[in-house]
């Protein structure tokens, strides 16, 4: 899963100095990744809170498809300079192997063992952040 935050200067507002723009990996082998705490206060305490749990059974069907990008905007009431920027994609054909959900597998597993987590992550974030628009201060 990766999130891209990035301050962009406001379109015709000169940059003072070039800044890199800054990541947050979330690594389920730690080290170079996130920890809880973070993610905990990025996704609100609300979501932390409580035992919850998940029952999926599911029954895949291989198709392929033409898919499109899909662009979301959150427009902040009193806009400061800059922009926020969270991505993520469905896209990935993992086959297996070290640091795989299926390590000693070569077969295709297309997104879910690589960021289809990271797709469901963005779509939680959108979903809190469009709950509290009167708080946001960047678009």
Not at 18 to 24: C, H, K, R
Not at 35 to 45: H, M, N, Q, R, S
């Amino acid at each position: 899963m990766g999130l891209l935050v990035a301050d962009l200067p406001i379109e015709g507002e000169e940059e003072e100095e070039e800044q890199p723009l800054p990541v947050l990996r979330v690594d389920p082998q730690g080290g170079a990744g996130v920890g809880v705490a973070v993610l905990k206060t990025f996704l609100g305490e609300q979501l932390m809170n409580g035992d919850h749990q998940v029952e999926l059974t599911s029954e895949l069907i291989e198709r392929t498809r033409q898919i499109h990008n899909i662009v979301g905007r959150l427009t902040a009431p009193e806009r400061l300079p800059g922009a926020v920027l969270l991505g993520a994609h469905y896209d990935h054909l993992g086959f297996g192997g070290e640091g795989s959900l299926a390590p000693e597998s070569n077969e295709p597993h297309n997104g879910a063992d690589d960021n289809a987590s990271g797709t469901a992550a963005l779509l939680e974030a959108a979903h809190v952040l469009s709950g509290r628009k009167d708080e946001l201060n960047r678009t």
